[in-house]
Structures are given as C-alpha cells and as structure tokens.
C-alpha cells in the first residue's frame, strides 16, 4: 500500500499513479522526463506540500493514494504472439446520423440516408459501421440523452429502416456496432420519471440522489446538481441537466444494461461502443471532489469516478451476462484514462472491453480543446511512440484523430489551405499504417475541416452554448465566440458534402445546422473520380492494409526518434517489410536515407522526393527482407 511516506518513484510505478502523474504533466504542459529524474523521484510524497508551496496539499495527497490503493492490479509484462480477431483487421467508420444523409428532405440525416449510401462505404474498403445514438431521444445532446433504447428516434425512422440498414450492411460483408450510452439516460425516461414520481418503487434507487449536492460540476458547465420538488432531492448530471446518471451499485440497473445490450445483440449487431464508460462507477458517499484537482483538470470531482473503485467489476459482469454469449465486441470511450489503466481495461486475459479511446493525444501539452493553438504533430509522433513501443501485444489500440466530439484535425493541425490535401492524406498514411485498428470519422476521408460559423446563433452544441454563456461572466462575446470557435462539436456535425450541388447533396431541404460553402471544393463526387483526391488515397491505403497482414499484425519499429519533424518506421512480419517515413512539418525534410532496392507503393505527393520530404510528405516504401540503407 502506497502512503504519504511513499516515494514519487514508487507512484510512477504503480500504474494508475503513472497515468495520473502523466496526466498531471501533460495539463501543466511539462514534460515526463521530469519523473524519471533520480532526485525527483526519490522525493518522498509528505514533502510535496512545501515543495509546491501548498499546490499538491495534504488533501490532494489523501485523494491521490486513495486512488491510487484503490487498484491491486499491475498489466502483464509478458508478451506473447497477438490472438488475431476481426475487429483487429477492420477499418472503422463512424457515422453520426443526423449529418450523414437525409433521405426525407427534412434537413435532418436519417436511417434510409444511410442506407443509400452503403455502397460508397463498401467502396471506401469499410469493414464495420460505428453508428452514433439512432435511439429515441429528446435530444438535448443530440441523442446521447436516451429516452427509450428500444425505440429509433421518430426523426432517424422507424425500426424497420433500421432493420433494412442492418441487412444491407452484413450484405455487403460490413459489421455495425451501436452506441451504447449507459453512464446516464435523459430525464424522460420512464426509469427517471417513475424515480421521481414513486421514489419507494425499484426505481427510486436507478439514479444517485441527494438530499444536498456537493460541489462537483458538469462537462457541460455548471453545479452537477439538478434540485427535483416532486422528490425534494438533487439529482446527479455529470452531463446537460437532461442527462441523469444512473446508478450502477443497484444490481437491478445493471440487469437492465444486461437485458438492452442483448436486445441489440440479438437483432445481429455486431457490437458496441460505450460512452463514458468508464464514469460509471463513482466512489461511495460521493465526497468533495478536491478543488486544486478540478482546478487544473477543469472539472470538480473527476477524480471519485474517471477510474472508480467497482468499474472493472462491472465490465467483467457486463462482458460476461451481455457480449460473450454472442462474441460481441466492445470499445470503450474512457477520457482520463491513460495506458497502463486501459491495460488492465483491454487485456485480452481481462475479460473486460477489447479496447478504448484514450484521448490525450488529441491535445498537445498544456492545452485543451477550446484554446485556440496549432497542433503541434512532433507531440502525436512522441504519444504515439510511447503506445507503439509499450502497449503490448495483448492489447490493441484505437487509432483516430477525429470523432463526433471533436474539431477537424486538418484544421487544428494547419489551417492553411495550401497544404490541406497533403496534411490530410499525410494524417491518413499514419492512421492506416501504424500499428491499431484505426477509425475513421465520417468526412474525414475527404479532407473536411472546421466551418467558419459566423455567430453563436449558428451553432447547435449544447457543451458549445453553455460555455458561452459561462464565459460571458468573464470576457467580452467576440473573446468568448473565438474560444467556442476554436473547440466547438459543432465543427464535426455539420452535413457531410457529397456534392458541389444545393446543400452539398445531404438534402434537398435546408441542413438542420449551418453548412458553410466549403463543398465546392471538398465533396465526395469529384473527389471519386479524381486519382488524386484525398478520398482516393485513402481507398487506396485501407486496400493497402487490408491485402497486407504487416500492416496490421506485423512488428513496429520506429526509427529517428529525436529527429524533430520526422516520423519513420518499420512495419514487418516474416513475409513483408514496409518503410514509412513522414515529415511532420510545413518546411522541408532532409530524409535519412531510404532501404535499398525499396519500391514505393505510395505517396501524398506525385513522384518520389530525392534527399528532402517536402511539406507534411509521407511515403510507404515496400523492402521485403531489405534493411540496409542507400
């Protein structure tokens, strides 16, 4: 048991501490070499608070080791030969519904859109389908506020669309994974509504009342504390005050879970992926989250449920009663949780979940989602590494840049429309070449990048909205839209542009969110039959994994590590061998020789460069069974 006359070296050893303290750094945009310091870690944690003048105080350090002593278990070292399964072969492709296309002429994107459009999936080289909420919802949170999980939501369709959607994807030998929301349900819910209305019925223990709030805050802005009169009680929203968490310590909810995810199951999906899934289990009593904790996270509280003390139980139960009867797989969204935590969350001996999201490379350090900075690609080349070199074969890691959540990578990267196409097509080489399953958001396949929205009235998101109005307390509304601008959802929500025509052919009526004009020279018509086009490179680099089993089994080794704006790595089995090398940066590159007698398979450029990468260059080479240099 770890205490505070433990040693900093022994927290950095411990594999929540480790994540933590990473985590900690990465906020403070420090770096982790601080930590690998002999006299750094040789200090002993009761000394802390002097040493940071009272920043990492008694009460941190009591939060910290109750973390810390709250988990017993360490990842396997031992690595073995990878177990092969198909999720580890597939290409992912998320959709989100109500922008991907509209089959009604609504404005809104719906089931049978979707449909339509299944054979431009198939053509992509698309193994399984990641479809966003299609469940009944009032839709607060744009579906993730789930009303009835056995009902499509009226303006998606109807359950025989989704039935027809379904048969044409397993047709065309595609796999579709739901999402499955179960941190939380909207507060119309009949669960909820019966927990307010009859609090001595079963339901009354389904959520996690209080008589008083304590001081943690939602995502979404604002006290997590919703006060309901008919009960005379708050309720508890780590989400929009729609969003009512549920509560997984009574058994009854967790049969529930049970019972729904094999609905789905049965009806032939192929498997889920789990929002938030690591909130659900929060530490008894709800205690004060620590306020220099919430301070540098940005959110109080976090800390008592991002890795709580039942989580894993719950996900071996939940595998156990709900997926393995129908071998169904599993990727959780677990923000705050880092490697050695989504070890011992995917280890293929865990029987928990097949893999996660981490997000922390999705900012580099010492940022967050809503500042207006460029992405720095030397930081992704360094977390990437670290994944690639230590995560093990008994895990598998989810490669992405983009989802529902989150702005256009492009755009974050460099705005400059010079080096769009290339920027894109560089961030797919990477996505497709390293060793993952990669997932691809819709849209990202042609280059899309962020909207000029114009004015907070244009948007939609409700996380972007309540910020807004949280930051007008502090700033002027031109400061506060540049920062919701800079970080909003909104940017990946708008209609995907499959043509130049009237509102980007999603529709034939106006989109239910601000489009923008960018499809005249982004959409996937023109980029179809154009060899050139960003959509064209990544038909032909998923054709590239999918027919070479190096590229998704296979060893990696990276090379030029220290090489500031170069990513160079090897990618190989006992019958091939790929070379990839990257410039990460606007400038040119000078290359570190290539491997002799290597032929280039493919580039974002249209011919091979000679002693320098020009701007963000990427190059597969194949050298089967050549290491040596020229």
Not at 230 to 251: I, T, V
Not at 372 to 391: A, G, P
Not at 491 to 498: G, K, L, N
Not at 527 to 537: A, P, W, Y
Request: proline fraction near 4%; include cysteine; charge should be negative.
């Amino acid at each position: 048991m770890l205490t505070k006359n433990s040693r900093i070296k022994e927290v950095y050893a411990h594999p929540v501490g480790r994540d933590v303290l990473n985590k900690v750094l990465l906020q403070m945009g420090r770096s982790d070499r601080i930590l690998r310091s002999p006299i750094i870690g040789n200090i002993k944690l009761k000394v802390l608070p002097k040493l940071t003048k009272g920043a990492a105080d008694d009460a941190f350090l009591t939060t910290l080791l109750e973390l810390l002593n709250g988990e017993s278990d360490t990842p396997r070292t031992d690595d073995g030969e990878e177990t092969a399964s198909w999720w580890k072969e597939a290409v992912f492709y998320q959709i989100y519904p109500r922008s991907f296309k509209d089959s009604n002429g609504d404005g809104i994107g719906d089931l049978r859109g979707i449909t339509s459009k299944l054979d431009y999936l198939k053509e992509l080289g698309v193994d399984a389908i990641w479809l966003s909420p299609v469940y009944d919802s009032p839709n607060d949170d744009n579906g993730y506020d789930i009303r009835d999980y056995r009902k499509i939501m009226t303006e998606f369709g109807t359950m025989a669309d989704f039935d027809e959607l379904l048969e044409g994807i397993h047709a065309r030998g595609m796999r579709l994974i739901m999402d499955l929301v179960v941190n939380h349900t909207s507060d119309e819910h009949e669960w909820f509504k019966k927990a307010v209305e009859e609090p001595d019925s079963k339901y009354g223990d389904y959520y996690i009342f209080r008589n008083e709030p304590n001081n943690w805050t939602s995502f979404f802005s604002g006290s997590a504390w919703r006060y309901f009169e008919k009960r005379g009680q708050y309720a508890l929203h780590l989400f929009s005050k729609k969003q009512m968490d549920l509560n997984w310590e009574n058994p009854d909810v967790r049969r529930e879970v049970d019972d729904l995810v094999g609905w789905w199951l049965k009806k032939g999906v192929d498997g889920f992926r789990m929002d938030v899934v690591n909130y659900i289990s929060k530490r008894e009593g709800l205690p004060e989250g620590n306020e220099k904790i919430g301070t540098l996270i940005g959110f109080t509280g976090m800390e008592h449920y991002f890795y709580g003390p039942r989580l894993h139980e719950y996900l071996r139960e939940l595998k156990a009663h709900a997926f393995a009867p129908f071998n169904a797989f599993s990727v959780g969204e677990t923000p705050g949780v880092g490697m050695e935590m989504s070890k011992l969350l995917t280890a293929d001996y865990r029987g928990e979940l097949d893999m996660v999201f981490s997000f922390d490379q999705l900012e580099t350090p010492g940022h967050v989602r809503f500042d207006d900075y460029r992405y720095d690609l030397n930081y992704y080349k360094k977390y990437i590494t670290d994944w690639m070199e230590n995560y093990g074969t008994h895990c598998r890691m989810a490669l992405f840049y983009e989802n529902h959540d989150n702005p256009r990578m492009v755009s974050k990267v460099n705005p400059d429309p010079q080096y769009r196409t290339v920027l894109a097509k560089l961030l797919a080489a990477m996505q497709l070449t390293l060793k993952g399953t990669p997932f691809i958001f819709q849209g990202q396949e042609l280059g899309m990048v962020n909207k000029s929205f114009s004015s907070i009235t244009e948007m939609h998101d409700v996380e972007s909205l309540n910020l807004y109005d949280e930051l007008l307390k502090t700033m002027n509304e031109t400061d506060a839209f540049k920062k919701i601008l800079a970080g909003s959802r909104d940017h990946a929500r708008v209609p995907i542009q499959w043509t130049d025509a009237k509102y980007a052919g999603f529709s034939d009526a106006q989109p239910w969110i601000y489009a923008g004009d960018d499809d005249r020279l982004c959409n996937a018509a023109s980029q179809s039959v154009d060899k050139d086009s960003v959509l064209s490179f990544y038909r032909a680099l998923i054709d590239l994994r999918s027919n070479h089993e190096a590229l998704i089994y296979g060893d990696i080794r990276i090379v030029n590590k220290k090489e500031k704006d170069l990513f160079t790595y090897w990618r190989t089995d006992e019958r091939e061998t790929f070379y990839i090398e990257c410039n990460l940066g606007s400038g040119l590159k000078k290359r570190k020789g290539r491997p002799a007698g290597a032929v280039r398979v493919i580039g974002n450029y249209p011919d091979a460069p000679s002693t320098q990468l020009r701007p963000y260059e990427a190059i597969v080479w194949r050298a089967d069974g050549n290491r040596s240099w020229k």
